[in-house]
């Protein structure tokens, strides 16, 4: 059976803003609303059709995206329920990715909170029709005027009510439309209806000269007219609606039901303001929003199901999806038929035949997908890179752990469940350093590591130990030095003997190792010399003076002595090794660390305490600058070291309202104090002494 809707008729909606603002209640209420659901599904019982993980069911709060749908007066509203803490942010930033339209949830007794803002200006950078919902109306200490006077701050005068409400906290009784009716003023109102509709009038006729005129010359503009014009304005992110909800009392649901449909844009809106393709290597071309061309489609979540094995989320750009389309991955080249189409309803998956530019659906068992991923019908030529769409910008996990199985043979098992995990989350990642031999993940904060941890713990039966992981020091020299070693052991039989004299001396930073072989007369034979360059390269990688990799540093071999029959390849080996360890600690030698850049988020009175933490942490600011919403960004450099659990304590020193980001800068050298510490603790590591 075809689908009974056009591209024009769909509604895309994201429902995001900062954790505990009433975001999943106000989907679970909006799906009772419209006839979706047959019950009306709470977070706090555990009965939500969208809070679907155990471990959100637990916790009580939403950790991935969920999917609904429903419809509204003949319009086909998708929804994307998102994570709103900021430390699963990345899913949040994948449902964006997916919609032309964003509510924003303010709760009414908190106000705008961190995570408020991030996504505010994330679905503006994206071109999103943005509305924001004041939630829980009905709750104590709600301030109506307040928190409209805090959304216009922060977000800017474009931010207008669409509806006033009747009485607020406990004697919240409803909403009403400004729009279509504003003459009554309940004394209930906090703010006038009469003040409101002003408000929305002149900022939707600034943007349209003839209804200006119109306005200025006292002519009552039509509720329809309005309407259209409000739809164009939020299209142009000139004119953000703001209303008022309570889901438990179900009021201001319909209100917001009967706005985005008449004013929220679809797909066909959008094309013209940014959804657009190409990658680095080839021109852009615009993906037009057409039910009958090219199939495009992005996937924008992957999840790994227990039982229909992988979900592919795909949000279909253009074209139309039916099951015995053969479907391209564009970036491996990969094909599958489509098989079965999905969409959901939380974790009921019902299946439809056929869908088209604008749908939100899932797939499954195309194990090739990855989030960011573009899938098409056609592939291969010069086509394809052009219809490739940009990947998904997610922050970069800044959260380190190593990870230590609790039973030994579990390692390799932890690895594949957590690569598991990692591809269901792009901000989970895992590696394995190659220089402290550590098994390492990394997230957004510590409730996002154990998350991952338990979730690893029921899918897949594993538990794992974590630590925060050693720093990558690098070793190097400062100064020339010259040394020699003589290995000769004799143990009955063939003995073994190599004498090497070799010089070391520093090079510039990131030029790496030079070996010189200037041995003169055959002092060392010819066939050894590759042997002594592998003595000192093996020394270099396990460190000399704190177990770290050796670099930027030049060995000159000049001199040494061979036995006729007692020399070996392993012999000058290990006189290599020793004699660069003695001429290493000669030469000055010095630790370098990972010095790192921060860019950290924070209300401006905080400034002076944030500030003052970081020049503990041996920090130096670089820059500030002051954003909206009374918050000051602080940019500086510290070393990695001290910062590896930063994430936590800027939580604590700011209640959670600062958030940071970290970059790789360089690596430079250690403070001699610092250094003498770092060694001295190898030293007893070496020696076996435990530190007190």
């Avoid at 000769?488 to 930073?509: C, D, I, M, S, W």
Wanted: net charge negative.
């Amino acid at each position: 059976m075809p689908t009974t809707y056009h591209l024009t008729d769909i509604r895309n909606l994201a429902l995001a803003g900062h954790g505990a603002s009433g975001k999943t209640s106000l989907a679970d209420a909006l799906l009772f609303a419209a006839g979706a659901t047959s019950r009306k599904g709470s977070v706090d019982d555990g009965t939500s059709t969208l809070d679907v993980d155990e471990e959100e069911k637990r916790r009580h709060f939403t950790i991935d995206c969920h999917l609904g749908h429903l419809a509204w007066d003949g319009k086909q509203i998708h929804l994307i329920d998102t994570p709103g803490y900021p430390d699963f942010i990345g899913n949040a930033l994948s449902a964006l990715a997916a919609v032309e339209n964003v509510v924003v949830a303010v709760s009414g007794p908190s106000g705008i909170e961190v995570n408020t803002r991030r996504i505010f200006h994330e679905a503006r950078k994206l071109g999103l029709g943005r509305f924001v919902v004041i939630t829980k109306m009905d709750a104590e200490n709600v301030d109506y005027r307040s928190d409209l006077a805090a959304i216009r701050e922060s977000f800017g005068v474009e931010c207008v009510p669409f509806n006033v409400p009747i009485g607020q906290g406990p004697s919240f009784s409803g909403v009403i439309d400004v729009i279509k009716s504003h003459d009554d003023e309940p004394p209930a109102c906090p703010l006038s209806p009469r003040e409101a509709y002003r408000m929305v009038v002149e900022q939707i006729v600034e943007l349209d000269e003839d209804l200006m005129t119109r306005y200025l010359e006292g002519e009552t503009i039509d509720p329809e007219e309005l309407k259209r014009a409000a739809h164009t304005a939020i299209a142009q992110g000139n004119l953000v609606p703001v209303l008022c909800v309570c889901t438990r009392k179900d009021l201001g649901l319909r209100e917001l039901l009967d706005l985005v449909a008449a004013c929220g844009l679809s797909p066909d809106d959008v094309h013209r303001y940014g959804r657009r393709g190409g990658d680095d290597e080839a021109p852009e071309e615009e993906i037009l929003p057409v039910e009958n061309g090219t199939l495009v489609a992005q996937v924008f979540k992957t999840v790994n199901d227990q039982f229909m094995g992988k979900l592919s989320y795909l949000r279909i750009l253009s074209g139309r999806l039916a099951s015995d389309t053969t479907l391209v991955n564009l970036r491996s080249g990969k094909t599958t038929k489509a098989g079965h189409i999905y969409i959901l309803q939380g974790k009921q998956q019902e299946e439809v035949p056929e869908a088209i530019a604008g749908d939100i659906v899932a797939i499954a068992k195309f194990d090739d997908l990855h989030v960011s991923d573009t899938v098409s019908n056609v592939g291969g030529g010069t086509t394809a890179p052009q219809l490739r769409v940009r990947p998904i910008k997610f922050p970069i996990p800044m959260v380190p752990r190593a990870v230590e199985p609790k039973a030994r043979d579990d390692e390799a098992k932890i690895s594949a469940g957590l690569a598991r995990i990692a591809d269901e989350d792009p901000t989970f990642s895992i590696r394995r350093d190659a220089q402290t031999h550590e098994l390492v993940i990394s997230g957004m904060s510590d409730l996002h590591l154990d998350v991952i941890q338990q979730r690893l713990k029921h899918r897949h039966k594993l538990e794992m130990n974590t630590h925060v992981p050693q720093v990558p020091y690098l070793e190097t020299i400062t100064g020339e030095a010259e040394a020699s070693h003589r290995h000769k052991k004799q143990t009955g039989g063939r003995g073994q003997f190599g004498e090497v004299h070799l010089r070391v001396r520093p090079r510039a930073r990131g030029a790496g190792f030079n070996f010189v072989d200037a041995v003169k007369g055959g002092t060392i034979p010819n066939q050894f010399i590759p042997a002594v360059e592998k003595g000192v390269r093996e020394q270099m990688e396990r460190g000399v003076i704190s177990g770290n990799h050796v670099v930027d540093a030049e060995v000159e071999v000049f001199f040494g002595k061979d036995h006729p029959v007692d020399s070996s390849e392993q012999a000058f080996k290990t006189a290599a090794a020793t004699a660069f360890r003695k001429a290493f600690e000669q030469a000055r030698p010095a630790l370098l660390e990972p010095m790192v850049t921060l860019e950290v988020s924070v209300p401006a009175e905080k400034f002076g305490d944030i500030t003052a933490d970081l020049s503990t942490r041996r920090g130096h600011i670089i820059g500030m600058d002051s954003i909206p919403g009374g918050l000051q960004i602080i940019r500086a450099e510290a070393p990695l070291a001290e910062v590896l659990t930063y994430a936590s304590q800027l939580k604590s020193m700011t209640g959670g309202q600062g958030s940071f980001t970290m970059d790789f800068k360089s690596y430079d050298p250690v403070p001699p104090g610092v250094q003498a510490q770092i060694v001295d603790r190898y030293k007893k590591s070496r020696a076996g002494i435990e530190e007190e």
